[in-house]
């Protein structure tokens, strides 16, 4: 039987991006904070990651001003005063909260785990019979990132499907890999039409998670992807388009974001070490 997630090694690049994502969370899963204190460690990484992918859907905000709010009990509110990007908000912090919960499916039936993260993202922002629902021929769907036109529902069912077959067979694939995969996949489909994008990235994460490189989950990949925001839309148009070779790019910038992720959470670490704020 082929391996088509393995065989995505032999792109140019990809070794060296697997190998780069590998070293810099190993180095943070060896921190001596997470002896003791990983599940602090997991909680900020979940707030961060969750800021940073809003950010990338065009909803930024400081984090410290999203602490300060979330720790009122309020509801977020962006500097400029856009509801919409509020609830946005809001929501990426609950996806990114309840992550765990979605582990177990995930593991089992990966189109029922996406369906519940479109629901726990999008559940302020959608009508209700929308949510977790695979959009229909000719409504409407957002496109942040420019990749142009969607596959059509039947394509996005297909493909959808396929994905899961990958996810739930045996692979030589490590994490990083098939991480993107996962990512730019959902990013192309556009499966839901609305948020998708925290969708693909909160998949991408659960499959760090999953894969064990990252079981704690203290490492936030979405802050390497914002990090690299004047790259991540053009990499994913090269994953749509670009054929083999923009596919091993995209997954050089994978690499990347998981390595500054990691970097992320090792900060946090070494915060909580010297007794700072995280």
Same mark, same amino acid.
């Given at each position: 039987?082929?391996?088509?997630?393995?065989?995505?090694?032999?792109?140019?690049?990809?070794?060296?991006?697997? !190998?780069?994502?590998?070293?810099?969370?190993?180095?943070?899963?060896?921190?001596?904070?997470?002896?003791?204190?990983?599940?602090?460690?997991? *909680?900020?990484?979940?707030?961060?990651?969750?800021?940073?992918?809003?950010?990338?859907?065009?909803?930024?905000?400081?984090?410290?001003?999203?602490?300060?709010?979330?720790?009122?009990?309020?509801?977020?509110?962006?500097?400029?005063?856009?509801?919409?990007?509020?609830?946005?908000?809001?929501?990426?912090?609950?996806?990114?909260?309840?992550?765990?919960?979605?582990?177990?499916?995930?593991?089992?039936?990966?189109?029922?785990?996406?369906?519940?993260?479109?629901?726990?993202?999008? !559940?302020?922002?959608?009508?209700?019979?929308?949510?977790?629902?695979?959009?229909?021929?000719?409504?409407?769907?957002?496109?942040?990132?420019?990749?142009?036109?969607?596959?059509?529902?039947?394509?996005?069912? *297909?493909?959808?499907?396929?994905?899961?077959?990958?996810?739930?067979?045996?692979?030589?694939?490590?994490?990083?890999?098939?991480?993107?995969?996962?990512?730019?996949?959902?990013?192309?489909?556009? *499966?839901?039409?609305?948020?998708?994008?925290?969708?693909?990235? *909160?998949?991408?994460?659960?499959?760090?998670?999953?894969?064990?490189?990252?079981?704690?989950?203290?490492?936030?990949?979405?802050?390497? %992807?914002?990090?690299? %925001?004047?790259?991540?839309?053009?990499?994913?148009?090269?994953?749509? %388009?670009?054929?083999?070779?923009?596919?091993?790019?995209?997954?050089? %910038?994978?690499?990347?974001?998981?390595?500054?992720?990691?970097?992320?959470?090792?900060?946090?670490?070494?915060?909580?070490?010297?007794?700072?704020?995280?």
């Amino acid at each position: 039987m082929t391996d088509p997630l393995a065989a995505l090694l032999d792109l140019p690049g990809v070794p060296e991006a697997v !190998g780069r994502a590998r070293t810099a969370v190993d180095g943070l899963l060896g921190h001596r904070v997470l002896r003791r204190r990983s599940a602090e460690v997991t *909680a900020e990484s979940a707030l961060r990651g969750a800021r940073a992918s809003a950010e990338l859907e065009g909803a930024g905000i400081e984090l410290e001003r999203l602490r300060g709010q979330l720790l009122a009990g309020g509801t977020v509110t962006l500097p400029s005063k856009d509801g919409r990007g509020g609830q946005l908000v809001e929501g990426a912090v609950r996806l990114h909260a309840e992550l765990g919960s979605v582990l177990a499916a995930w593991r089992h039936s990966p189109r029922q785990a996406l369906a519940r993260l479109h629901v726990l993202v999008a !559940g302020d922002l959608v009508e209700a019979d929308a949510l977790g629902r695979p959009r229909p021929a000719g409504a409407p769907y957002e496109d942040p990132l420019g990749l142009g036109p969607a596959p059509d529902p039947l394509e996005v069912a *297909a493909r959808l499907d396929g994905l899961s077959r990958l996810l739930t067979s045996p692979t030589k694939a490590p994490a990083v890999v098939v991480a993107g995969v996962v990512q730019g996949e959902l990013l192309a489909l556009r *499966a839901f039409g609305s948020l998708d994008g925290l969708v693909a990235r *909160a998949a991408g994460r659960l499959v760090l998670i999953e894969r064990g490189l990252d079981p704690k989950a203290v490492s936030a990949p979405e802050v390497g %992807h914002a990090e690299l %925001h004047h790259e991540y839309a053009e990499a994913a148009r090269d994953y749509v %388009h670009g054929g083999p070779a923009g596919v091993a790019r995209w997954l050089d %910038h994978c690499g990347s974001a998981v390595a500054l992720g990691a970097r992320e959470g090792l900060a946090v670490c070494e915060a909580i070490q010297r007794g700072l704020p995280a």
